[in-house]
């Protein structure tokens, strides 16, 4: 007997540990892309319903079950890890220039910020920026790019999900 497709989804998204993509679902389902984006839909809609205390989240190309925010804080004290600290305004301003401007070298975001971009190593251990290449220029210096965790971090679907800047909004960010 199979379970209902609502049903399935519910599993999979509770036992999946990571957003699934709607390729992902359509696959487990064995339907359409489009179907699977029908389904996920339902099955979103009937947990705001049921105002069950978790919700579909469309995050980084995918969908998650989440905890409404509402319900975080009396949450508090069973979620584990605790958070890490806040980054520093030094690495917040190197994780913009690396999420608008990626790829990117070092150097580029040196000359950008007109100083160190040593904080690059503190985003690489949080897991938000990663290496993605190299660059063609002399030395083939590495290229840095903003990670999957970057955007369930922030809750962006994906890089167009960043606010637009405007070139004297973007200059104005950077002290270089």
Do not use: N
Request: glycine share 10%.
């Amino acid at each position: 007997m199979t379970p209902p497709p609502e049903q399935l989804v519910g599993a999979a998204l509770l036992a999946a540990g990571r957003p699934l993509t709607r390729r992902e679902v359509a696959e487990l389902l064995g339907v359409p892309p489009e179907a699977a984006a029908r389904i996920l839909e339902d099955f979103a809609a009937r947990l705001r319903e049921a105002g069950l205390g978790f919700e579909v989240e469309a995050v980084a190309g995918g969908y998650r079950l989440v905890v409404p925010p509402a319900l975080a804080a009396p949450l508090a004290p069973l979620l584990a890890p605790p958070p890490l600290p806040p980054l520093s305004a030094a690495a917040l301003e190197v994780l913009a220039i690396i999420a608008y401007r990626q790829p990117v070298t070092r150097a580029e975001i040196e000359a950008m910020r007109g100083g160190s971009a040593g904080t690059v190593v503190t985003l690489q251990e949080r897991e938000l920026v990663k290496v993605v290449g190299r660059s063609d220029a002399l030395g083939q210096p590495l290229l840095y790019g903003t990670t999957e965790r970057f955007l369930l971090e922030f809750g962006l679907r994906g890089l167009e999900d960043l606010p637009p800047l405007e070139g004297a909004e973007f200059a104005g960010l950077l002290r270089g």
